[in-house]
T-cell receptor
Framework: DAKTTQPPSMDCAEGRAANLPCNHS???????VYWYRQIHSQGPQYIIH???NNETNEMASLIITEDRKSSTLILPHATLRDTAVYYC??????????????FGQGTILTVHP | GAVVSQHPSRVICKSGTSVKIECRSL??????MFWYRQFPKQSLMLMAT?????????EQGVEKDKFLINHASLTLSTLTVTSAHPEDSSFYIC???????????FGQGTRLTVV
């Protein structure tokens, strides 16, 4: 699976959009970009994933650049409960169970009142 | 749907004793489950893959005789930390994924403290 690079920490004001970047310059054509988050002392939670098209769900939006070498997770209206570590993970589709993931250090997002 | 539950959420044990942690898939069957360990201020590290009806496979550096994994049914995997020592104190997390989903589902984690 391709390696990802994320900033170690970011801050965001409550109610504003949080834009979390991720670089994955060695991504292969059959690798998806996944985002998970881990709130303190809890198990990780799936947020969203995509291959090359932008994706949106009830939690967030995922913007993937045309060359697929980077992506941005957007939380449109951040709340205090969005304070967490956000992990960007690249992995192939299929093959090993999707429960198996390689985690980097992630980005600590702190949402301020 | 797709709920993974761990028990207990928190456990304190004495050095030298063994501790069992359960991971259950509540609304789906999981032939494969995964166990992770997370030390304070660090990321999750995969420890082992739990395979229903067969032996677990362990990541490099993880002692299979110390971390016993049993996956006797399609909804339950257990991790037993044997002869626990203070350095085994950590946050243990399991994951699984239903066959028709492309994302992972995680348990709430188990905080183990060995005193």
């Amino acid at each position: 699976d391709a390696k990802t690079t994320q900033p170690p920490s970011m801050d965001c004001a409550e109610g504003r959009a949080a834009n979390l970047p991720c670089n994955h310059s060695t991504i292969s054509g059959n690798e998806y970009v996944y985002w998970y988050r881990q709130i303190h002392s809890q198990g990780p939670q799936y947020i969203i994933h995509g291959l090359k098209n932008n994706e949106t769900n009830e939690m967030a939006s995922l913007i993937i650049t045309e060359d697929r070498k980077s992506s941005t997770l957007i939380l449109p209206h951040a709340t205090l409960r969005d304070t967490a570590v956000y992990y960007c993970i690249v992995r192939i589709a299929g093959g090993t169970s999707y429960g198996k993931l390689t985690f980097g250090q992630g980005t600590i997002l702190t949402v301020h009142p | 749907g797709a709920v993974v539950s761990q028990h207990p959420s928190r456990v304190i044990c004495k050095s030298g004793t063994s501790v069992k942690i359960e991971c259950r898939s509540l609304d789906f069957q999981a032939t494969t489950m995964f166990w992770y360990r997370q030390f304070p201020k660090q990321s999750l590290m995969l420890m082992a893959t739990s395979n229903e009806g067969s032996k677990a496979t362990y990541e490099q550096g993880v002692e299979k005789d110390k971390f016993l994994i049993n996956h006797a049914s399609l909804t339950l995997s257990t991790l037993t930390v044997t002869s626990a020592h203070p350095e085994d104190s950590s946050f243990y997390i399991c994951s699984a994924s239903p066959g028709d989903r492309t994302e992972a589902f995680f348990g709430q984690g188990t905080r183990l403290t060995v005193v």
